[in-house]
C-alpha cells in the first residue's frame, strides 16, 4: 500500500504564490503518473495537471502559464508551483498517482486564495 501526503496548502491573497508538495511512501512516482486534481466547495473535482514517471507534463488550460508541476524522484516527492493565484483557485488539492503500481490517493491540502 501506498500512502501520499500533501501539504503546502493555506491561505494566501490573490496574486501571491504557494508550492504544493506530495510526498509518497515508495518510489512509485518513478512508476506511476502523479496528477493534481482540486475540488471546490460544491463542485466537481477537476483536474488540474499530470507528469508521467519520465517527466513529460500536460496542463490543464485553466493553470497553464501560471503553475508548474515537477518531482524528484530520489526523494519520492512531487511537488504543484502555483503562481499568480486567483480566488477561483480555492479548492482542495490533490496528488493522486495511478499507472502500473496501481492507483492511489492522498487526503488533500487546502488552498484558499482571498480578494
Known amino acids: 500500500q501506498v500512502q501520499l501526503v500533501e501539504s503546502g496548502g493555506g491561505l494566501v491573497q490573490a496574486g501571491g504564490s504557494l508550492r504544493l508538495s506530495c510526498a509518497a511512501s515508495?518510489?512509485?512516482?518513478?512508476?506511476?503518473?502523479v496528477h493534481w486534481y482540486r475540488q471546490a466547495p460544491g463542485k466537481q473535482r477537476e483536474w488540474v495537471v499530470y507528469?508521467?514517471?519520465?517527466?513529460?507534463?500536460s496542463y490543464s488550460n485553466s493553470v497553464k502559464g501560471r503553475f508548474t508541476i515537477s518531482k524528484d524522484d530520489a526523494k519520492n516527492t512531487a511537488y504543484l508551483q502555483m503562481n499568480s493565484l486567483q480566488p477561483e483557485d480555492t479548492a482542495v488539492y490533490y496528488c493522486?498517482?495511478?499507472?502500473?503500481?496501481?492507483?492511489?490517493w492522498g487526503q488533500g491540502t487546502q488552498v484558499t486564495v482571498s480578494s
Open positions: 493522486p498517482t495511478m499507472g502500473c503500481g496501481g492507483d492511489y
Open positions: 515508495t518510489n512509485i512516482f518513478s512508476i506511476n503518473t
Open positions: 507528469i508521467t514517471s519520465a517527466g513529460k507534463t
